[in-house]
């Protein structure tokens, strides 16, 4: 019978087939007609005008980064807020520290300006 470890093992063997095989059957199997218009780049099948090196502002990005941030809190709260009649004392003074941090991030981002939409 295979222990807990044993399991894990296992596991970390066999999951990289599941990823690979077919990668490597489409290579191996599929098939290959390659021609000038399958290599050209393809832009939402829209043929692109005029030069399309733009730039777009890092406030952009730091709006998603922030959003990304933010959401990844909330998944992390969510089991801690289902679970809270269980948790001890240790695991509350935790989440009271990552919520500090979160809020302290939060004000930097906003003292900074990041948040000011130009």
């Known amino acids: 019978m295979l ?5 894990i ?3 970390l063997l066999v999951s990289p087939i599941f990823p690979a095989a077919p ?10 007609k ?4 399958k290599q050209s780049t ?3 099948g829209i043929e692109t ?15 998603a980064l922030i959003f990304v941030v933010f959401d990844v809190e909330a998944v992390f709260l969510f089991p801690i ?9 240790f695991a509350i003074g935790a989440t009271a ?3 500090i941090l979160l809020a302290d991030g939060l004000a930097y981002a906003w003292s900074k300006g990041a948040l000011e939409w130009i």
């Open 3 to 7: 222990t807990d470890w044993q399991f």
């Open 9 to 11: 093992g296992l596991f």
């Open 23 to 32: 990668v490597i059957l489409q290579a191996l199997l599929g098939p290959k």
């Open 34 to 37: 390659p021609n000038p218009i």
């Open 42 to 44: 393809y832009e939402c």
């Open 49 to 63: 005008v005029g030069d399309t090196w733009i730039q777009f502002k890092v406030q952009y990005y730091i709006y």
């Open 81 to 89: 807020a289902a679970a809270y009649d269980q948790l001890g004392l």
């Open 97 to 99: 520290l990552f919520i």
